[in-house]
């Protein structure tokens, strides 16, 4: 059956339809959209209400009123997430092989030139139609009809993707986005378990972001662990990828938390998953990564008492760029004590921001006194010398004060690469120096910012639960390289700044084992099985082939995707 579909496509590719089987009949589409309740719509890229012309296939039309909300919403992660048409890595919303775009300008979103002709709105990568998705019967019909036309499946939840994962030409969607329900229960028992399984859980539609997590953990008073950003989604690619957050250190990532999953396999069997039933499933969606194994409805992730934190902040002004040498000797000097004493947190040249709730205020701020003298030193000449030692009540506390506003760069074009560095780097004076001169050569070839991310489950023994890489539990940060550029620059320019960046992180790579995230990774990165998923490929391949044999779902630098296949003829 793969087989016979591919040549499909392969045939329709040749007759002039690049983006797809082209002998879909508009009674084949009608009987889907009845099939999903007229749940069935056309995708249409963000920006086209701006475009006076489109391209062929486009739908919607050119309107003055959602322009200026889309100029206006541009680059807020909260109001791309509300739009299926819109990806948050505005690339992966366009065809880079091809050219072929949608955009305004994230720097100056204003600017009419982009959307003026001879700019013309191209479909580019986003998937022209889409399933708003509501439950597994969504799932099962968009499934069959795949099957039975070679239409690409895609699974777009929030479109964050920093790899292209949630989109593809000439796709169809299954869009999580509104699976928005949360619960909490304090004696959740997996399905198929013995009650003394019980533990407290929070259960997760698919397309649950983050804001709307911490706050209603907050509610709960209980604490749950989440990536540092608004609008990521914590049921979908963020937690079947590994999903770190602040407080990873000492409660784990989400794949270590994650206690069910309720999905629906590419043979369009919804299962539940758990450590009592379909075992094997759940071990893979454990790390294995999204889009690979099936379409996940529901989540549920361990919740945790409510904690006191402590809070370390020190920071410099942006432009003190003679400070940063010294300022990573004294974090790659201080990190191992650091991450012992449960420490997680995000990292700048110029700024430092850590969290624990091992400790109380006095301890914390006599561990931190290093950083802070440090930084302390730079007030005489910095006037943006600031430093904060404080106690939090709570995680949403911590959230709100630190990282809900943190504007993440979106609506923009962003190529990363990632490193797991291991403590191993920092256990002497030759490696520690070696670490800094990495991290100095890095820094210098990034385009956009170099983070290092204290974010690692290094006090979470690795149990064999999880399908990650073993490397994260002995690494101490996990560092991210970014190159960032404007959404409106020609697309000839993108191939470079994926070079660039795989360039940067290779200062990394000479000191470190092949270790990187899968969710921020380099879209290139070398020897990438090893570097995801360490010693479990094999097994995770197997897994992938017993509930995919036809490769229904497939995607760039999943478990058993094919390059080839023309869902990637995107990429550069
Ligand atoms: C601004 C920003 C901040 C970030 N911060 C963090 C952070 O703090 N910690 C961290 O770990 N990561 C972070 N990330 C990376 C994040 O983990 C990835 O972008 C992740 O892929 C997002 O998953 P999503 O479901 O929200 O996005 P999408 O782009 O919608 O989906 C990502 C992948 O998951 C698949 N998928 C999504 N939902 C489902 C589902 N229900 N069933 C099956 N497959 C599904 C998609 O097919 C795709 O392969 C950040 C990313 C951005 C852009
Ligand atoms: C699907 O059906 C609904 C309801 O009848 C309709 O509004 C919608 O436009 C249809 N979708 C497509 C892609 O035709
Ligand atoms: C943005 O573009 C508008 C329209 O072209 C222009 O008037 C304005 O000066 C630009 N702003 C910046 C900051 O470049
Ligand atoms: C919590 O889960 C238990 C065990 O499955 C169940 O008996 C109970 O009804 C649930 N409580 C709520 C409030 O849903
Ligand atoms: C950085 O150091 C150089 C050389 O020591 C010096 O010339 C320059 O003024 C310094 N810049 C800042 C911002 O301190
Ligand atoms: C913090 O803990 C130490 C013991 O490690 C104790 O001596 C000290 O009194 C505590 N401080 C506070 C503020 O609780
Ligand atoms: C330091 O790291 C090196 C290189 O990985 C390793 O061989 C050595 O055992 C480590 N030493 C300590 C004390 O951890």
Redesign the pocket.
């Known amino acids: 059956m793969f087989v016979f579909t591919s040549i499909l496509f392969w045939a329709s590719v040749t007759l002039g339809h690049p983006y797809g089987p082209a002998d879909v009949s508009p009674e084949q589409w009608k009987a889907l959209n009845a099939s999903v309740g007229g749940r069935l719509n056309v995708g249409i890229p963000v920006a086209r209400p701006c475009f006076t012309e489109a391209g062929t296939g486009v739908a919607g039309s050119t309107n003055a009123i959602e322009c200026a909300a889309v100029r206006q919403g541009w680059g807020n ?1 909260l109001f791309f ?1 509300e739009q299926f048409g819109a ?3 505005v690339q ?1 919303g366009s065809c880079q092989a091809t050219t072929q775009t949608c955009v305004i300008s994230g720097a100056n979103t204003s600017d009419p030139a982009p959307s003026n002709p001879p700019n013309v709105c191209q479909q580019g990568s986003v998937p022209p139609h889409y399933i708003d ?1 509501r439950d597994a019967s969504d799932v099962q019909k968009a499934l069959k009809f795949s099957k039975q036309t070679g239409v690409p499946l ?10 292209g ?3 593809a030409p000439g796709s169809l969607a ?1 869009w ?2 509104n ?1 928005q329900s949360l619960s909490y229960n304090a004696s959740f028992v997996p399905a198929g378990c013995p009650a003394s399984h019980a533990k407290p859980g929070v259960t997760m539609g ?2 649950s ?2 804001t709307n997590i911490v706050a209603f953990a907050e509610a709960n008073d209980i604490t749950v662990v ?4 608004t ?16 407080l990873s250190n000492t409660l784990g ?2 794949v270590d938390r994650v206690l069910e999953f309720k ?1 629906v396999t590419p043979t369009g069997a919804f299962l539940t998953a758990n450590e009592c039933q379909n075992t094997d499933l759940f071990w893979a969606l454990r790390g294995g ?9 529901e989540s549920t992730t361990l919740a945790s008492p409510k904690m006191t934190l402590q809070v370390a902040f020190a920071a410099f002004s942006r432009t003190n760029t003679n400070a940063t040498r010294g300022f990573y000797e004294v974090l790659v000097e201080n990190s191992v004590r650091w991450a012992e004493q449960g420490f997680g947190g995000y990292i700048e040249p110029f700024q430092a921001l850590y969290v624990t709730p091992k400790l109380n205020s006095t301890e914390s701020a006599a561990t931190m006194k290093p950083l802070f003298d440090y930084v302390t030193s730079l007030a005489p000449t910095d006037p943006g010398v600031q430093i904060l030692s404080t106690e939090l009540p709570s995680y949403g506390a911590f959230f709100q004060n630190f990282l809900a506003n943190s504007g ?3 609506g923009e074009n ?1 190529a990363l690469g990632t490193r797991l560095i291991p403590a191993a780097n920092f256990n002497s004076t030759a490696s520690r120096s070696a670490l800094v001169d990495a991290l100095m050569q890095t820094l210098a070839h990034v385009t956009f910012d170099l983070t290092l ?1 204290a ?1 690692t489950p290094y006090n979470v023994p690795d149990t064999g639960a999880t399908s990650v890489t073993e490397a994260w539990r002995t690494a101490i940060w996990h560092a991210v390289a970014e190159g960032g550029w404007d959404a409106s620059v020609p697309i000839a320019d993108e191939k470079a700044a994926y070079t660039g960046i795989s360039q940067a992180v290779d200062f990394l790579r000479a000191i470190t084992p092949d270790a990187a ?1 899968q ?2 990774a380099d879209i290139h990165e070398p020897n990438h099985e090893v570097s995801f998923w360490g010693t479990h490929y094999a097994r995770l391949l197997q897994i992938k082939k017993k509930y995919d044999p036809d490769n229904v ?1 497939s ?2 630098h ?1 478990v058993g995707y094919d390059p080839s296949s023309p869902r990637f003829s995107c990429y550069v």
């Open positions: 992660s997430v990806y948050q890595n992966w998705v895609v699974v777009k939840n929030t479109g964050h993707d920093y790899k994962r949630s989109s299954l999580t986005h699976l698919a397309g972001i983050i989440t990536g540092a950003e609008s990521v989604g914590a049921s979908g690619g963020w937690v079947m990828g590994g999903g770190h957050g602040a990532l989400g999905i990564g999204g889009g690979t194994f099936g379409v996940v409805l993440a760069p979106v962003a991310i974010t995230y969710n921020e779902l995607c760039w999943c």
